[in-house]
């Protein structure tokens, strides 16, 4: 099983940029789509973006063109670069694959807020 874990979260005003990082215990180079996750206060958690072994990325609607998704399969590690951050985008962030889930990590907090 490969264990993550998240770091990078942190208090941001309206518009700030943070960049999540996600290190994992073992290889990630055959796992083929990584994911960041959010969980907000009282909702669900939702996929914000995904890559593929290969590069291709997805992206939820109300992040697009404001967080990028990357991924070093050398250092076993995935990213996300958030830019112009909002108040909604506030949620503890997790990484995991996308599809059979390894054991969530403790994820990283990013709070949003003048």
């Known amino acids: 099983q490969v264990q993550l874990v998240e770091s990078g979260g942190g208090l941001v005003q309206p518009g700030g940029s943070l960049r999540l990082s996600c290190a994992a215990s073992g290889s990630i180079f055959r796992i083929n789509v990584m994911g960041w996750y959010r969980q907000a206060p009282g909702k669900q958690r939702e996929l914000v973006a995904s890559i593929t072994s290969g590069g291709s990325t997805n992206y939820l609607d109300s992040v697009k063109g404001r967080f990028t998704i990357s991924r070093d399969n050398a250092k076993n590690t995935v990213y996300l670069q958030m830019n112009n951050l909002k108040p909604e985008d506030t949620a503890v962030y997790y990484c995991?694959?996308?599809?059979?889930?390894?054991?969530w990590g403790q994820g990283t907090q990013v709070t949003v807020s003048s």
């Open positions: 995991n694959k996308v599809g059979i889930w390894s054991p």
